[in-house]
């Protein structure tokens, strides 16, 4: 494990969690996003951007081109800054697979975005993160919480609250 840590509030985890049992029997995806202020600090995550899995797959995801920029335009119309992609495994650890790694080498070939999968396998999900680079898997720890306390100094609390962005999926 590296010494990287992703932050990322209690509303945003919640959120991945429910997209990914809401996808169920398929696999989940999405976009995550963070201001763009709190990210020298390290990766963060204060917003989530639920997306269609166009593969409709219980073994494999893909992201729509159009959604994807979509949401990048909502990102930085909010003075935000994607920080990876999220998806879900029905039936298999939060690890990445060989086509999560194919895909990663594919779509980011410098290892900018963080990855985080959320496993279904047991009752109880799990969300790992991770930096996948040149086919290395790296994990990167998961800090979950409210929302910084330092945000909170600066931001009234109104308008600190996360922004978790539903995006309409039709089945098939």
């Not at 709190?38 to 917003?47: H, I, K, T």
């Not at 909502?74 to 992609?85: H, I, K, R």
């Not at 039936?91 to 790694?101: E, F, K, L, M, N």
């Not at 086919?135 to 609250?161: K, W």
């Amino acid at each position: 494990m590296s010494g990287e840590r992703l932050r990322i509030t209690d509303a945003a985890h919640a959120a991945m969690v429910a997209h990914a049992l809401a996808g169920v029997p398929f696999e989940a995806c999405g976009l995550f996003a963070g201001s763009v202020e709190d990210q020298a600090r390290g990766p963060s995550v204060d917003r989530f951007f639920p997306m269609r899995n166009t593969a409709a797959s219980s073994t494999l995801y893909l992201l729509d081109g159009q959604e994807m920029l979509e949401v990048e335009g909502s990102a930085d119309e909010a003075g935000a800054v994607l920080v990876g992609v999220m998806h879900s495994h029905t039936h298999t650890p939060a690890y990445p697979s060989p086509t999560d790694v194919a895909d990663a080498a594919r779509f980011d070939p410098f290892g900018v975005y963080t990855y985080i999968i959320v496993s279904l396998e047991h009752p109880d999900p799990s969300l790992r993160a991770y930096r996948i680079l040149d086919g290395a898997i790296t994990e990167v720890s998961v800090d979950v919480g409210p929302v910084d306390q330092a945000l909170v100094d600066e931001v009234p609390v109104e308008e600190a609250l996360v922004d978790v962005v539903p995006v309409d999926v039709e089945p098939g």
